[in-house]
């Protein structure tokens, strides 16, 4: 079984509807991560948790909400989709600082 | 400011060949790490090989190495003998101490082609 793992794989929703996107590890790491890759670019950090009471924003948090339910689960929200949020997510866990483990990514689609 | 630099936006090689991916950074921390990924069609990010900023030695893992020279702040990846698995993106990153060993800032990659 994959150690991080991403639902859904695929979305294709439309604007304005509300969207959920889950990650679970079973790694026991306590650092998660949301990045969004777009073509043509590197991964941008959306938001990241170093433990359960520890959330905090990255470089494009606008219009994204994140939940780290538990220390294996953490969920990325948007609140209401845009076009412009189509993207590839990724999640990614670590625990020391020569490690980060991606999950195998959402394809997300907007229209 | 972009922290890491990747300006071959793309490459040939032939199979069997060498090939050198360029990578430069910008960092004041004297702490950091420095990552490659390789991100194939299918779309999974599998890391490749990690350098550390007092990390004496290149790191090497298999046919992936990792020509770093410091004082340049310059991290090349070079894969050896390519394959024709080899084509994919590889994307530079790079952690700071300063950042609490928290994200990874990454390049916008690289596209090889490997051919026969």
């Known amino acids: 079984d994959a150690d991080v793992t991403q639902t859904p794989r695929n979305r294709i929703t439309k604007t304005g509807k509300r969207i959920m996107l889950e990650c679970s590890q079973t790694?026991?790491?306590?650092?998660m991560y949301w990045y969004r890759q777009d073509p043509g670019l590197g991964l941008r950090l959306i938001y990241y948790?170093?433990?359960?009471?520890?959330?905090n924003k990255g470089e494009i948090s606008d219009g994204y909400s994140v939940s780290r339910q538990a220390q294996a689960k953490f969920s990325l929200s948007l609140e209401s989709a845009i076009p412009n949020q189509t993207a590839l997510y990724f999640c990614a866990t670590s625990l020391s600082y020569n490690e980060q483990f991606f999950g195998p990514g959402t394809r997300l689609t907007v229209l | 400011a972009q922290k890491i630099t990747q300006t071959q936006p793309g490459m040939f090689v032939q199979e069997k060949e060498a090939v050198t991916l360029d990578c430069t950074y910008d960092?004041?921390?004297?702490?950091?790490?420095l990552f490659w990924y390789k991100q194939p069609s299918s779309g999974e990010m599998i890391f490749l090989i990690y350098q550390g900023s007092y990390d004496e030695q290149n790191a090497t893992e298999g046919r992936y190495s990792l020509n770093f020279q410091k004082a340049r702040k310059s991290a090349n990846l070079v894969i050896s003998a390519s394959q024709l698995g080899d084509s994919a993106m590889y994307f530079c990153?790079?952690?700071?101490?300063?950042?609490?060993?928290?994200?990874?800032?990454f390049g916008a990659g690289t596209q090889v082609v490997v051919t026969p």
């Open positions: 948790s170093f433990d359960v009471k520890d959330i």
């Open positions: 990153a790079m952690r700071e101490l300063a950042d609490s060993w928290g994200k990874l800032q």
């Open positions: 960092t004041s921390d004297q702490s950091y790490g």
């Open positions: 790694k026991g790491h306590d650092r």
